[in-house]
């Protein structure tokens, strides 16, 4: 059975550095194009950083841009959103996906991924 579990949400300071996990099982993740999305209270679920799948190249929304990364790694079947410098507009559930639909640069539409985690949680408050 396909499942991916997402760990490393909980309080962070602004200013300071969290790291998401999003591990896979029934999958092997580099075959599959990733993404990381979020939803905050009352907004809709956006896209804020993509992996192309077999070391394609990545892609992330403008307001990460710079502060976020994400990466894969295979050995773990793992990928790690790492949060740098966070702002309290960043307060939101965060969710991992997966597609082996796509081919090429990946996109952060939520409407292109098929599988999807539980979610956690990430409040940036001092």
């Known amino acids: 059975q396909l499942q991916l579990v997402e760990s490393g949400g909980g309080l962070v300071q602004p200013g300071g550095s969290l790291r998401l996990s999003c591990a896979a099982s029934?999958?092997?993740?580099?075959?599959?194009?990733i993404g990381w999305f979020r939803q905050a209270p009352g907004k809709e679920r956006e896209g804020i950083a993509c992996v192309s799948r077999r070391g394609g190249g990545s892609n992330y929304l403008d307001s990460v841009k710079g502060r976020f990364t994400i990466s894969r790694d295979n050995a773990k079947n793992t990928v790690y959103l790492q949060m740098n410098n966070p702002k309290p507009e960043d307060l939101a559930v965060y969710y991992c996906?997966?597609?082996?639909?796509?081919?090429?640069?990946?996109?952060?539409?939520?409407?292109?991924?098929?599988?999807w985690g539980q979610g956690t949680q990430v409040t940036v408050s001092s």
């Open positions: 029934g999958f092997t993740l580099d075959y599959y194009t």
């Open positions: 996906a997966a597609t082996s639909k796509l081919v090429g640069l990946c996109v952060l539409h939520p409407r292109a991924y098929d599988y």
